[in-house]
């Protein structure tokens, strides 16, 4: 397993997979389906400086298991980004997001010297929770309607990490 950026050339498989995968992302998240909609997610992630896209993708063939957003990132003394993520049907429950966020946190957390990263979910994506308190991600509060997804304002949970938390417990 392993990360690397997107590229627009990845539409077709990325859309293929998120159209597979309809039934585990919903109501969590809804990543592009189409190779038209990819392109213009893609671009944003790609050409926006406050945005970094990962795909998670498995050593052998290269297949994309997922994808692991940094959005919001804020340098200057705030030094923080907000996480989103998603793990392909075909992928989920193989460990294979918990590597690949183990792998986004310390790119963050080195190269684009990050000193913290957040993670909001829904309280009852127990899949979400479960990824971000096993990579060391620590509860730190609720936010009431935080998130208009599904066509509502959702209550979220705020998980977070510092450079000071992985210092601490030492290497993954």
């Given amino acids: 397993m392993g990360i690397r950026p ?5 539409g077709a498989e990325f859309a293929a997979r998120a159209r597979e995968s309809k039934d585990l992302h919903h109501p969590w998240l809804f990543p592009p389906t ?3 909609a990819y392109t213009a997610y893609a671009g944003r992630l790609i050409e926006d400086p406050s945005k970094a896209g990962f795909l998670v993708c498995e050593k052998s063939d290269g297949a994309i ?31 294979l997001m918990r590597e690949g966020l183990d ?18 979910v829904q309280p009852r994506n127990a899949a979400s929770i479960a990824l971000a308190r096993g990579c ?14 599904d066509g509502a304002w959702r209550d979220h949970e705020r998980w977070a990490i510092t450079t000071e938390m992985i210092t601490r417990s030492g290497p993954r």
């Fill in 34 to 36: 189409t190779a038209q």
């Fill in 6 to 10: 997107f590229t627009y050339e990845d």
């Fill in 65 to 95: 298991g997922g994808f692991i957003n940094i959005n919001n990132i804020v340098e200057g003394g705030f030094r923080s980004g907000a996480l989103g993520y998603g793990a392909f049907a075909h992928a989920a429950g193989r460990g």
């Fill in 103 to 120: 792998l986004v946190v310390r790119y963050a957390f080195g190269p684009l010297r990050l000193h913290r990263l957040e993670i909001n």
């Fill in 136 to 149: 060391g991600f620590r509860l730190e509060g609720f936010s009431p309607k935080m998130l208009f997804v």
